[in-house]
């Protein structure tokens, strides 16, 4: 898997696909900024006297690894053998993340541990499916002189071990421009390709690194060009490896799938498709409808409003009438809500006498 190969890069989505059977059993080495992802689980049933904010009763915590951890778990899941060098803090939260390396295939032995600065420790909170806040617990600043070597002399131990190298840039300050340079350099001698997920505006700085992917605005940022449409993605990516001596940009672009382009070639659009568990394009039929009747229990109950002849709601088995039905209007405009005094009549009848 040389840096030269034409075919590191696919040339169409079936192509990409091909690639994973043969993934398993190489070996990858993961540069970056490595993350503790904490998900803080819960309901929320007040606001706090305190402050006009929710209160979430905590019922669960799951830890999961993020930033270069992220890129170590899906090539992990993908059967290549993992090696990742980043920097941890001297806490708590640095034992938890080795223990997810270390069930990742990882030795937690090339995390280099730094007293200046804590884990990165990203934390959701979550109710009802809904995020209610993120906390960030992070120092960012380039590592220190010390440990820049350590990292330096990890990763380059470990370059002739792997068939690729991955340097994930979230920009914390893990990855300096010395240590993207020198891992570069001796990448290029192996001849084993370097991929970079780019944070650095100074593109310059990845020179020699076989394929970048930043995303639609990293991409506009870099090169100071728009990236709206195909066109703009394409002139965009190849003034991008003119300026930085890269030599292929994927540019990853949401709901508009990705743009692969390397050199001269042509540049190939990787369309988003809908996931393989579908078995086809969903039709969404408008709903059914029920005619309310006159004769109802709402009409027996006395909740019944004038003109609910016109009323209709969704009911499985029936249908909207072929005519007649321009003035058909929805149970709320119909029906009268229950009064709370009856409401609580009816649940004191169902258990059998007076509510506690």
């Not at 001796?186 to 394929?211: F, I, N, T, W």
């Amino acid at each position: 898997m040389a840096t030269n190969s034409p075919d590191l890069l696919p040339a169409d989505l079936s192509a990409l696909q091909s690639y994973v059977p043969h993934m398993a059993g190489k070996a990858a080495l993961v540069v970056g900024d490595i993350m503790l992802d904490r998900f803080v689980y819960g309901d929320v049933h007040r606001i706090s006297p305190e402050s006009p904010v929710p209160v979430l009763s905590v019922r669960r915590e799951t830890l999961m690894l993020g930033g270069a951890g992220n890129v170590l778990s899906n090539l992990h899941g993908l059967g290549l053998k993992t090696h990742v060098v980043a920097v941890l803090g001297d806490d708590a939260e640095a034992a938890q993340v080795r223990a997810l390396a270390a069930e990742r295939g990882a030795d937690p032995a090339t995390l280099i541990a730094a007293e200046d600065r804590p884990t990165t420790v990203k934390t959701r909170f979550l109710a009802s499916n809904q995020q209610l806040l993120r906390t960030d617990y992070e120092r960012i600043v380039p590592v220190a002189e010390g440990i820049e070597k350590k990292l330096i002399e990890t990763a380059l131990a470990l370059v002739p071990q792997v068939q690729v190298v991955i340097l994930s840039d979230y920009g914390k300050g893990v990855l300096t421009k010395d240590i993207i340079s020198a891992v570069i350099k001796v990448a290029q001698k192996a001849g084993v390709p370097v991929l970079v997920d780019p944070k650095a505006k100074d593109y310059a700085v990845y020179k020699g690194a076989d394929v970048v992917t930043p995303n639609r605005k990293e991409l506009s940022d870099a090169v100071g060009m728009p990236t709206d449409s195909d066109e703009a993605v394409i002139a965009a990516g190849q003034a991008l490896m003119a300026a930085s001596g890269i030599r292929a940009v994927v540019a990853t672009r949401s709901q508009d799938g990705m743009t692969i382009m390397r050199g001269r070639d042509p540049a190939v659009h990787l369309k988003t498709e809908p996931p393989r568990w579908l078995p086809g394009p969903i039709s969404m039929k408008p709903p059914r409808l029920r005619i309310l009747p006159p004769a109802s229990s709402w009409a027996r109950s006395g909740r019944l409003r004038s003109g609910a002849m016109n009323c209709w709601l969704p009911w499985p088995g029936a249908t909207r009438p072929s005519s007649g039905t321009a003035r058909l209007r929805p149970m709320t405009a119909c029906v009268r809500p229950r009064s709370a005094a009856g409401t609580m009549r009816r649940n004191r009848s169902r258990a059998g006498g007076r509510g506690a």
